[in-house]
């Protein structure tokens, strides 16, 4: 019955990453990218779709990982519009719940349990991320599962574990491909690390299991991942550039690019402030060195797992070659549940030795992340302008939806192409798929011809343009007819 108290503290925490959704319902770019998604599977019959046309100049094929969007294909589109926001923190509380169940077996102390939850849900990093619609909390848990159950096989041998580590890699290789290369890089080193070849074989038979069930259908994923990498190899320079001003305009970005900034300018240490309870495992391997404390062979394994994402996290950010493989703080990401864990466990280590000392530090703590957390949701979601479909944009999409022919539009913020996709008739210069990531390169990451040209080539009929990130006339168009505008955003004739 004493189970039944995991529940509360993932309650607490979905409300808290939920709430901002309340007051901006449509926050988020890659929302409308994943609705789209969703569609198409509807649209299939709940199957794995072929050739994605309507909406995308640049059609290509189906090639995201299936089970996120056939789970929401069941869903009719509008009651998905009004739960969207609320999804990702599901996902997530199954996590945190897991989080308890993990920290229980480990010490068999419901305390230790509890407050592993409560330092979870205040991991800033987590909040931020599960602000709108992704299968990013449902690939984190299902990655979370995977290789805590791998650990707990190299230790007991038991083929039980084994075969639900495999179950939840299969899954992983059809939700997540960013959660999917993480798991490939931490098996890896763990295969070296424990001199086992048991991680990498886990990993070869998902792969082999996810390929035969959606009959070859996941190599086309993973050809669409690949060509995502190969993208930015070739344009990674630009990752965080200006679509107009290039890199000019650096120093000008928005806060979110600033942060950014900072993260990449002394990765190590900023980074503790995404998640600083990462520390913990640093700690936790000095005090079973120095026999401060008893040694746990599964807590020294999270330890290590810890360390890892966090020296990942730091290079990639700070090598700028590696952004292919990802914004380096996400890794911290696939850290979150065993430094929860490792937290929970010193605090009481330490609460033992320090009792009130231990608590006000832990309270301190936990309060100091639940303000940063609520910052960025004021600041970033509530408040957010140009990540959002706003209500000159709706006004805006619904005029395109009024005229007699059918819109060949592109768009300045390129940023806002799935959006016009999702809510309007018209064709996008915007690709369907990661292959199709090639022929954009004329206007992402950065335009590189004036925009008369760009009408030639792909006959386009009107551009649809955010002012607050460019002003129409820094676009140099000759006579541009502005054929309607609200607020900061303009569709402009060609």
């Not at 290509?60 to 998905?80: E, M, N, Q, V």
């Not at 990655?143 to 939840?168: E, K, P, R, V």
């Not at 994923?221 to 990498?229: D, R, S, T």
């Not at 090639?438 to 335009?447: L, R």
Request: proline share 4%; with cysteine; hydrophobic share 50%.
């Amino acid at each position: 019955m004493f189970y039944l108290y995991s529940l509360l503290i993932p309650l607490f925490s979905f409300i808290l990453q939920s709430w901002p959704r309340l007051f901006n319902r449509h926050f988020g770019v890659d929302v409308w990218t994943r609705l789209i998604e969703i569609n198409h599977v509807k649209d299939a019959k709940h199957k794995i779709p072929g050739k994605i046309k309507k909406g995308f100049i640049i059609e290509g094929y189906f090639d995201y990982p299936i089970i996120f969007p056939w789970i929401f294909s069941f869903f009719s589109k509008r009651k998905l519009l009004k739960i969207q926001g609320f999804v990702s923190p599901f996902f997530d509380a199954l996590q945190n719940i897991t989080v308890f169940f993990i920290t229980y077996t480990l010490t068999n102390n419901i305390y230790v349990a509890l407050v592993a939850q409560a330092i979870y849900s205040c991991i800033p990093i987590i909040a931020i991320e599960n602000s709108y619609l992704t299968p990013r909390s449902l690939g984190y848990f299902f990655f979370t599962l995977s290789f805590y159950f791998l650990l707990i096989f190299h230790n007991t041998h038991q083929a039980t574990y084994f075969l639900l580590a495999l179950l939840f890699t299969t899954l992983l290789f059809l939700t997540h491909r960013f959660a999917l290369q993480s798991l490939l890089f931490i098996s890896l080193f763990f295969t070296v690390y424990d001199k086992s070849m048991f991680y990498a074989t886990n990993f070869l038979l998902g792969f082999f299991i996810a390929t035969a069930i959606t009959k070859g259908y996941y190599l086309r994923v993973a050809k669409g991942h690949l060509f995502n990498i190969y993208f930015w190899i070739k344009n990674y320079k630009y990752r965080f550039a200006h679509q107009i001003h290039g890199l000019k305009l650096k120093n000008k970005s928005d806060w979110v690019g600033k942060i950014y900034f900072l993260l990449s300018y002394l990765s190590p240490i900023f980074l503790l402030g995404l998640n600083g309870w990462l520390l913990s495992s640093i700690i936790y391997i000095y005090l079973t060195f120095t026999n401060s404390l008893a040694a746990n062979p599964l807590l020294h394994k999270m330890a290590i797992w810890v360390i890892f994402f966090y020296v990942l996290a730091s290079v990639v950010l700070k090598v700028k070659r590696f952004i292919p493989i990802g914004e380096g703080q996400r890794y911290l990401e696939m850290a979150t549940v065993p430094s929860a864990v490792l937290s929970s466990v010193l605090f009481f280590h330490f609460y033992n030795l320090y009792g009130p000392i231990s608590t006000m530090l832990l309270v301190t703590a936990v309060l100091g992340n639940l303000t940063l957390i609520l910052f960025v949701q004021i600041k970033g979601i509530i408040k957010d302008k140009n990540r959002s479909l706003t209500e000159n944009l709706i006004k805006t999409f619904e005029f395109i939806n009024t005229l007699p022919e059918k819109p060949r539009i592109m768009c300045i913020p390129h940023q806002i192409t799935t959006m016009t996709v999702y809510n309007t008739k018209a064709d996008v210069l915007v690709n369907a798929d990661n292959p199709g990531l090639m022929k954009i390169t004329d206007v992402y990451p950065i335009i590189k011809m004036p925009v008369k040209q760009l009408t030639t080539k792909y006959n386009l009929n009107y551009l649809l343009l955010r002012e607050s990130f460019v002003r129409l006339k820094d676009l140099k168009i000759k006579n541009p007819e502005v054929v309607y505008s609200s607020g900061d955003i303009f569709l402009v004739k060609l």
